[in-house]
């Protein structure tokens, strides 16, 4: 009797056993071919996209050619129709010279020979041009017909391509199409089999309920046998509850690690936010010290370049001021070297005469003493005064030539203080130029220390997104 009870204990845990692994199977089974399933149908949409925008644009190319044929056979129509005026009035001639050679020979005697041969030149050189015109025409009309030919060629070429690519596509439709018959196939197998399988399931389920329902009538039936099951399975409803105690404190742990672990990187991350905002606001502030450092010190370089451009305008008048009475100057010395050395010749001329006439009187006799004794003190009397205008000129000349070195100084010193403002211009736009790009350098560092705090704030962001699910 127990050895019976025991193997009716065995054949119920074998139909539990067997009744649960084809439920995950079968359950597994059905998720691959669900996940399947949804691959395949994103690929399929992929596909029809892509064909879906090579038909829009095939469609274009074959309507832009349709267009251009329609363009070239209007043109052509246009030109064949021009072609016939030309025609007509060709044959409008033709037919004019016929009746008038048809006149010519009934009438010949009625108009004078050199009218008929001018009405002849006239006609014929009319007929001369049309037929120029025609040829021009035909002409025209041939090379116009080739270039269609051409471009018919070339659209009958871009035709054949868009027919070419149509035909591709239509075959890689025809293996899109085929592709899809098999997965739809597959899927109707699949779901075929997804269907036995609950099928499957539910005899399995119904065989369980049947298997409990025969071991509750031995149970009733046989009250030991019932004793002894209902103690194996507390045992192993202990087990499995210790088991189920085990992985519940073993997930609580690895919950509470990993909670501790995403905690710490938040907090590591809200540190170095923290740290990067500090920095942050320590740099603006000196970006903004330096900024306002250099605007005082760009507008100290522009008061001081205005007061240097002051100072050398100022310089610069003065110079030219100090030049144009040096050039007076000079100009007076000149003309005093010039009176000076006029008089002086003619002192000397003098002084040459008196003494030629003195030496005249010497010769002539005593009789003229007195008369000499009284000219030489009025020919020294006027060399005294032409002694003492010379001197007075010499001194001009000599007050002139200081004048002129003392002009040539103040040049000099104009030149030189020229010559220092226009260094220390040029410092100070050097140094205003330096100051500029620094202010450029400053505001590189400024745009790209922003930037990186932005990166930081997204992948701050990003982390905490990704760490708020598995707090929650």
């Known amino acids: 009797m127990t050895t019976s009870s025991d193997d009716s204990d065995d054949e119920s845990e074998q139909v539990v056993t067997t009744s649960q692994l084809p439920t995950k199977r079968s359950l597994d089974a059905a998720l691959k071919a669900l996940a399947a399933e949804k691959a395949l149908t994103l690929r399929c949409a992929v596909r029809i996209s892509q064909l879906n925008d090579m038909i829009k644009f095939q469609r274009a190319a074959q309507e832009k050619a349709d267009a251009d044929a329609r363009a070239a056979d209007k043109r052509l129509a246009d030109s064949e129709h021009k072609l016939k005026l030309v025609q007509l009035m060709a044959n409008q001639v033709q037919t004019d010279v016929t009746a008038l050679k048809q006149r010519q020979d009934v009438v010949p005697s009625l108009y004078p020979s050199?009218?008929?041969?001018?009405?002849?030149?006239?006609?014929?050189?009319?007929?001369?041009?049309?037929?120029?015109?025609?040829?021009?025409?035909?002409?025209?009309?041939?090379?116009?017909?080739?270039?269609?030919?051409?471009k018919v060629?070339?659209?009958?070429?871009?035709?054949?391509?868009?027919?070419?690519?149509?035909?591709?596509?239509?075959?890689?439709?025809?293996?899109?199409?085929?592709?899809?018959?098999?997965?739809?196939?597959?899927?109707?197998?699949?779901?075929?089999?997804?269907?036995?399988?609950?099928?499957?399931?539910?005899?399995?389920?119904?065989?369980?309920?049947?298997?409990?329902?025969?071991?509750?009538?031995?149970?009733?039936?046989?009250?030991?046998?019932?004793?002894?099951?209902?103690?194996?399975?507390?045992?192993?409803?202990?087990?499995?509850?210790?088991?189920?105690?085990?992985?519940k404190r073993q997930c609580d742990e690895v919950v509470a690690a990993e909670g501790i672990r995403w905690q710490a990187k938040i907090d590591a991350l809200r540190s170095e936010q923290a740290d990067k905002e500090q920095s942050r606001a320590a740099d603006k502030e000196q970006t903004e010290t330096l900024m306002a450092q250099h605007a005082a010190a760009l507008d100290a370089l522009t008061n001081d370049v205005a007061s240097w451009e002051t100072k050398y305008r100022d310089v610069v008048q003065m110079k030219e001021v100090v030049q144009s009475h040096l050039e007076t100057v000079r100009l007076e010395c000149a003309q005093l070297q010039t009176k000076v050395a006029t008089l002086q010749e003619a002192s000397a001329a003098r002084f040459l005469r008196d003494m030629t006439?003195?030496?005249?009187?010497?010769?002539?006799?005593?009789?003229?003493?007195?008369?000499?004794?009284?000219?030489?003190?009025?020919?020294?009397?006027q060399d005294t005064a032409a002694d003492a205008m010379i001197q007075s000129m010499i001194a001009e000349v000599e007050q002139a030539r200081k004048r002129d070195a003392h002009l040539s100084h103040a040049l000099a010193m104009a030149n030189r203080h020229e010559h220092e403002a226009n260094v220390r211009l040029s410092h100070v736009q050097g140094d205003l130029h330096s100051c500029r790009r620094e202010n450029l350098e400053l505001l590189w560092v400024l745009h790209k220390r922003e930037h990186s705090l932005r990166v930081l704030e997204q992948r701050h962001a990003f982390v905490m997104d990704r760490s708020n699910p598995s707090l929650s």
């Open 357 to 381: 006439n003195t030496k005249e009187t010497v010769d002539q006799g005593t009789q003229h003493d007195d008369a000499g004794e009284e000219a030489p003190p009025t020919r020294g009397g």
């Open 114 to 150: 050199e009218h008929n041969t001018l009405t002849m030149s006239q006609f014929s050189s009319r007929l001369t041009k049309v037929i120029d015109e025609t040829k021009q025409v035909v002409a025209m009309k041939d090379q116009y017909i080739a270039q269609l030919e051409q």
């Open 153 to 247: 060629q070339d659209g009958a070429a871009l035709l054949a391509t868009a027919e070419a690519a149509a035909e591709n596509e239509r075959a890689a439709r025809v293996s899109t199409a085929s592709e899809l018959e098999v997965t739809a196939a597959q899927l109707y197998e699949a779901r075929r089999q997804l269907a036995d399988q609950v099928a499957e399931n539910s005899s399995l389920t119904s065989a369980i309920e049947a298997s409990k329902l025969e071991a509750a009538a031995r149970m009733q039936q046989v009250q030991a046998q019932h004793r002894r099951a209902v103690h194996v399975l507390e045992e192993k409803v202990a087990e499995q509850s210790q088991v189920v105690h085990r992985l």
